[in-house]
């Protein structure tokens, strides 16, 4: 089993900025993707960002420009930095994980942290 442990959410007035980061750890073999989604009430789960082991990125539309993401392999840890914030934002995050190998994968979800932006 893989334990993800994720920080950094909170209360922000818009424009401002956040960086979540998420931890795994456990029974780690081989971490591929990484990513965070979020869920706003009453909607379904979307992805936010992802990230490859070689680093190749992948962003959705209302993201771009704004959020970045990044991993630090040494670490098995996903971040995300968010700027200019905007109220639409406000979900909770949640950070994804796909670890092993071909047909082995597993993929893995951390309890969510609360994002809020205040307008």
């Known amino acids: 089993q893989v334990h993800l442990v994720e920080s950094g959410g909170g209360l922000v007035q818009a424009g401002g900025s956040l960086r979540l980061s998420c931890a795994a750890s456990g029974s780690i073999f081989s971490i591929n993707a990484m990513g965070w989604y979020r869920q706003a009430p009453g909607k379904r789960r979307e992805l936010v960002a992802d990230?490859?082991?070689?680093?190749?990125?992948n962003y959705a539309d209302d993201v771009k420009g704004r959020f970045t993401i990044s991993r630090d392999n040494a670490k098995n840890t996903v971040y995300l930095q968010m700027n200019s914030l905007k109220p639409e934002d406000t979900a909770v995050y949640y950070c994804?994980?796909?670890?092993?190998?071909?047909?082995?994968?597993?993929?893995?979800w951390g309890q969510g942290t609360q994002v809020t932006v205040s307008s």
């Open positions: 990230i490859g082991y070689g680093d190749s990125t």
């Open positions: 994804h994980v796909n670890d092993g190998v071909g047909s082995l994968a597993d993929d893995y």
